[in-house]
């Protein structure tokens, strides 16, 4: 009930201008519990496809937000191939769905658009948590896609070092039920008393700073509409998220299984991008590096961006920001173009800061 009045306080919104206005897609594949959307790449043979993995939570159109803050529009604009995997509201049919369920998902839109393509293998993006079931992936299966793309994914969970973790699993019970769907307004309750400054005070702060500039207090505007777009999760994936990742830190340490098979930063052997925004608690880059740095063989890189006003949660900066677009998107462009050909040398490590934005 809370999931659907919340929904209902986003209509009120909508009503006012303040609705998702998505480029239109067609869907190519589907599953019982998600579908696979196709961009397309306008009239331009396109230089690469790219996967996009949405987040489990809430709807997925926070990566089309608005013609100007919209990381899809922004990709199909530079000739790449945009498709993106979209998980279906749950259901007392598939509440059991994990992690399992998800990198076989990934897996059939890898292959269906390996299919559809000349260039085979996708690069595959992921934020938040879709970024890090697109991290999963690719230590499951890195030899059917070409490239890994983290931004503010969450990956490493070692106790005091993020604060936000340390206080999800002391107020989530370790019991939590995993039978029925999960209503994501409660999952939303629950980040909000872990980090309250994160989820309610910097988002006054936010809008208070916003307010002389039309812009931003329209993006902020979106953002509120779209964080009322609740959708019940599976309880089963909830359950392994906070449990097998957030309070065992399963996938840093190696030991989380995959359709009974370990999985691990050392099995990734693609290139790999990861974008940090520093003001960000949800994914430190104490949650990222350990990650990243554990890659063994292929180039990693990881790119600091400081957050910008504007934005609501600077948990959703990089796909919603004007700075993000000017100073970060374009070496993301760079980066997926350099590694478009398969036969590329491998570049040396590296880390680079922007300079601060806002």
Known sequence: MTDILRRLQGDAAAAFGLGPSEIPYQSIASGPHWRLRDYGAGDRKASASLLIVAAPIKRPYIWD????????????????????????????????????????????????????????????????????????????ASETIRGLVLLGAPLCFQPEQSQFRDALVSVVPSDLPDENPFPGSLLSHMSAMASPNTFIWSRFMDAALSITDPHSIEIHARVERWALDEVPLPGKLVHQIIDWLYRENRLCRGVLEVKESQVSPARVSVPTLAVVNMADEIA???????????????PTRIIEYPGEVGVALQHLGILVGRQAYVRVWPEIISWLNLHSESNRASPTRSSRKLAASS
């Open 65 to 140: 937000l608005a013609p100007s803050v919209s990381a899809i529009r922004y990709c199909l604009g530079q000739d790449l191939h945009v498709y993106l995997l979209e998980w279906l509201p749950a259901t007392r049919l598939t509440s059991n769905n994990g992690i399992d369920e998800c990198a076989v998902a990934i897996s059939e839109c890898v292959a269906k658009i390996s299919a559809n393509t000349e260039d085979l293998k996708p690069f595959v993006i992921g934020h938040s948590l879709g970024g890090t079931l697109a991290a999963i992936y690719s230590a499951w």
């Open 284 to 298: 430190p880059l104490a949650s990222v590096k350990p990650f990243v740095d554990a890659i063994p063989t292929k």
